[in-house]
């Protein structure tokens, strides 16, 4: 059974950084494709940040040069390093993950909204 555990999180002022983890458990695809999501009331869920077993590695547009997705294949664990943060980050943050069997790569998951596998959530709230 797969689990995606996360932590990290929290409240920080603009300017300021936090690193999100997600611990993930019983996922033993060879071709994979796993990422960090975001979504806030109303709206729906957005992909910001995305890795591919190809090294592919994908951003949405407003994190670029600001955030950094990076994974522990030792540890099983996704990152999510946010620098410079903005008060529009403020937001539910979740890994997910997903079997990429066409190697579609990271693009294709920034949009897979429907991934099978999704962590708790955390919550990130970037205000002064």
């Known amino acids: 059974q797969v689990h995606l555990v996360q932590s990290g999180g929290g409240s920080v002022q603009p300017g300021g950084s936090l690193r999100l983890s997600c611990q993930i458990s019983g996922f033993t695809a060879r071709s994979w494709a796993m990422g960090w999501f975001r979504q806030t009331p109303g709206k729906e869920r957005e992909g910001i940040a995305a890795?591919?077993?190809?090294?592919?590695?994908d951003y949405a547009d407003d994190v670029k040069g600001r955030f950094t997705i990076s994974r522990d294949n030792v540890k099983s664990t996704l990152y999510l390093q946010m620098d410079n943060l903005k008060p529009e980050d403020t937001a539910m943050y979740y890994c997910?993950?997903?079997?990429?069997?066409?190697?579609?790569?990271?693009?294709?998951?920034?949009?897979?909204?429907?991934?099978?596998?999704w962590g708790q959530g955390t919550q990130v709230t970037v205000s002064s």
């Open positions: 890795l591919a077993h190809a090294g592919h590695i």
């Open positions: 997910a993950a997903d079997v990429d069997r066409h190697g579609r790569g990271a693009s294709w998951f920034l949009l897979h909204i429907r991934a099978p596998y």
